[in-house]
């Protein structure tokens, strides 16, 4: 082997070496390309080139050129027809073009990963001081080894771009989803809110039944609004009703309406499902609803219409039904006290909404959020929370959970004497903020019953400023009370005013 084959060998280890160390990092894939032509012109003594990388469809993605027209489609004429499937095998490929009275040779290699061509580095007009001569094998071997190795690095710089616009368009997703919630009032950032908001941006489209399942006053309407503002139907109207505040007879009129002169004087009235029509129905409390009203209730599910109270006209209706309850459905079907066929009918897809003593980290965010709404609404716009305050709601098992919070704070900024609210201003609202006990073995059920007595104790026995301390509805307070074995605080405010 001569001096000269030494030193150009030599050479090509050389380019090849320093090019891995140079695109061993995820690169774009235009600098990827720029690369690829200087090492490739350069080394070989090429007069021209091109490289270009090709969209899975075969378009061109990105073109650089030296001497040449940059174009790819350009270049390919001067090829047989059956060009890129040589290339997807890997193969180098020659051919021969016309410069006025003198041959030209051009040279092409495929940028590949498996048998995928994602693009393709052409030569042509090889120069040395003699003039001009044909591309060696071993030039062309060489150029396949630099295409190689291009080629990989395009593939890694691709899924890198696709992973990074899937993370943003996602992020993107996120930052809309939390948006949307803050303005329906629906505020945190634990992984479990965060898990729950993402089934909703998935699930809010579909139409499908929604069930809600959750304690009293984590935000389950607020939820149902989420998958209103997400849906089709957001433009229409969302109604909200609440089972377990009325009566039997108001409830049906004002889930189905009522004909005109079923009683003397009763004028036509629209229910809740009409007025829903188009739009989403959001059933509170749907567990509360009598065995008479869960048939009703099949029925619309069923057939999607109703027929308003003292009426035979059947109405036909379009609605998104979502429902929500506290309540153990599973245990009400077993002892007969609610709709098998009904509850899988409403339970098509279940979210679970998570209570505040799961999501502790959102409580700053929460506290943060009343003290600005309350604030101002009470004209007292910067008013701050104590860092022994917020230690003390952090330390808080919130049975109420965030609508006790958000009671809690409102009280708290009306009370507190100065613009920075202390524990003691927390206490004056109720009763205590007790830290957790320091017998560790107290079930969830015995804590939530002391706190309960506390409030009850706090507002001299009176029930119905218990529920709005606690931040529950009356009736939930009721089934709390009556679950729970009777201390000495409930049996002697039993017979108090509520």
């Known amino acids: 082997m001569s001096s000269f084959d030494r030193n150009w060998r030599e050479l090509q280890l ?17 600098e990827l390309a720029d690369e690829l032509l200087q090492r490739a012109v350069g080394t070989l003594d090429a007069g021209s080139g091109l490289v270009a990388t090709l969209h899975p469809g075969g378009q061109e993605a990105i073109v650089r050129a030296l001497g040449m027209a940059p174009s790819f489609e350009a270049v390919r004429a001067f090829f047989p027809d059956d060009l890129l499937e040589e290339l997807a095998a890997g193969r180098y490929v020659r051919a021969q073009r016309e410069v006025g009275d003198a041959p030209f040779e051009l040279l092409v290699a495929p940028l590949r990963a498996g048998r995928e061509v994602l693009g393709a580095v052409v030569l042509g007009d090889k120069e040395t001081r003699v003039g001009r001569i044909p591309f060696s094998d071993s030039d062309a071997r060489f150029l396949l080894a630099l295409a190689s190795m291009v080629g990989t690095a395009v593939a890694s710089s691709r899924q890198v771009a696709a992973i990074e616009r899937d993370r943003q368009r996602l992020a993107d997703e996120n930052r809309e989803l939390r948006d949307v919630a803050r303005r329906e009032g629906f505020i945190g950032e634990a992984p479990v809110v965060r898990e729950m908001l993402e089934t909703v941006r998935r699930v809010a489209p579909t139409g499908v039944n929604v069930m809600l399942r959750g304690e009293s006053g984590v935000g389950k309407e607020r939820v149902a609004r989420l998958l209103h503002s997400f849906s089709d139907r957001s433009s229409k109207p969302f109604v909200p009703l609440n089972c377990a505040a009325l009566p039997e007879s108001l409830l049906e009129a004002e889930l189905f309406g009522i004909e005109a002169g079923v009683a003397t004087g009763v004028q036509r009235r629209l229910g809740k499902i009409e007025l829903a029509n188009g739009g989403t129905l959001f059933l509170d409390e749907v567990g509360d609803l009598t065995p008479g009203l869960q048939a009703k209730l099949l029925r619309l599910v069923q057939e999607r219409e109703f027929e308003r109270l003292g009426g035979r006209e059947r109405i036909p209706v379009d609605l998104h039904l979502v429902t929500a309850t506290n309540r153990d459905l599973e245990a009400m079907i077993d002892s007969g006290g609610f709709r098998r066929d009904l509850y899988y009918r409403l339970r098509v897809v279940v979210i679970a909404v998570a209570p505040l003593r799961e999501r502790r980290t959102d409580i700053p965010l929460l506290a943060r959020h009343f003290l600005e709404v309350y604030g101002d609404r009470f004209g007292r716009p910067g008013v701050k929370l104590s860092r022994d305050a917020l230690a003390a709601l952090m330390a ?43 017998d560790a073995t107290v079930s969830l059920a015995e804590l939530e019953r002391q706190h309960i007595e506390r409030v009850l104790r706090s507002v001299g026995g009176n029930r119905a400023a218990a529920a709005r301390v606690l931040g529950i509805d009356r009736s939930t307070l009721y089934r709390k009370m009556m679950r729970d074995a009777p201390s000495d605080a409930t049996r002697n405010t039993a017979h108090e005013p509520t």
């Open 14 to 30: 050389e380019t090849l070496v320093d090019l891995s160390l140079t695109i061993g990092r995820v690169r774009p894939e235009e």
């Open 396 to 438: 808080f098992d919130f049975p109420g959970n965030v609508r006790e919070l958000e009671n809690l704070v409102q009280a708290a900024i009306a009370l507190a004497p100065g613009d920075v609210i202390t524990e003691e201003d927390l206490r004056l609202h109720t009763g205590r903020v007790a830290a957790a006990p320091s």
